[in-house]
């Protein structure tokens, strides 16, 4: 076994020598650390949400010095959920990793979102606590022209990570809907409703699941 570490460390060394690892975004050789598939620049331009955050949304405060504590959202009208974070803001290499993903197909781009969950910085989400993985369902035409699921995908990354149960079939789209970002809030909305069917068996989940499509909604029209 541990002949084979040691022939396993000479192959990728020599590898490595002869190919060396780019960074996946922009091609420098200077990546951010050994390894790691992007480089300095490309992980810099990062913007991982830090503290403080809304306890309940996630949503950044602009204020350093306070902390975390409810939005004025949250507070006028409480969620139905207790925790949403994100990893990061949509703009600068995370804006491409996740193009690249989701329109170009690059599945390389998968094994970034397990280093940068990694380096994730308000991670305050107890994943051993949860009892299941729920990924957003796509409609199967759009099943059919994009070929995969990108939530199934990121939600295997996290079922390996965290050791979680991942059920894919418990929420179904029923109704093709627009794309979201091409329609103003109101619409969107619309949109959304009836647009999901949740499995009989967790039925109870229902508005909670719908709540939180719902914000997440929001949140792309931010
Ligand atoms: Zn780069
Ligand atoms: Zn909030």
Not at 10 to 23: K, M, T
Not at 190 to 200: G, L, P, T
Request: proline letters at 5%.
């Amino acid at each position: 076994m541990q002949m084979k570490a040691t022939w396993y460390k000479v192959i990728s060394s020599a590898l490595n020598f002869l190919f060396p690892p780019i960074c996946l975004l922009c091609g420098s050789k200077d990546l951010y650390q050994a390894g790691c598939l992007i480089c300095k620049d490309c992980f810099n331009s990062i913007s991982f949400i830090s503290h403080p955050v809304c306890v309940r949304c996630g949503k950044p405060f602009l204020t350093e010095t306070t902390r975390n504590h409810v939005c004025g959202n949250c507070l006028t009208q409480e969620p139905s959920f207790n925790l949403v974070r994100a990893l990061g803001r949509y703009e600068g290499a995370l804006e491409t990793i996740i193009h690249n993903f989701k329109y170009k197909q690059k599945f390389s781009m998968v094994n970034l979102f397990n280093f940068l969950l990694d380096n994730m910085q308000n991670h305050e989400i107890t994943f051993a606590s949860y009892d299941l993985l729920i990924p957003v369902p796509l409609h199967r035409s759009r099943l059919r022209q994009r070929g995969f699921n990108q939530s199934v995908i990121l939600g295997n990354i996290l079922k390996k990570k965290y050791q979680m149960s991942l059920q894919p079939k418990v929420l179904q789209r029923i109704v093709s809907t627009h794309p979201q970002v091409t329609l103003p809030v109101k619409a969107r909305k619309i949109n959304m409703r009836n647009a999901f069917k949740v499995k009989k068996s967790h039925n109870r989940l229902k508005e909670k699941l719908f709540s939180f499509l719902m914000m997440c909604t929001q949140r792309e029209q931010r």
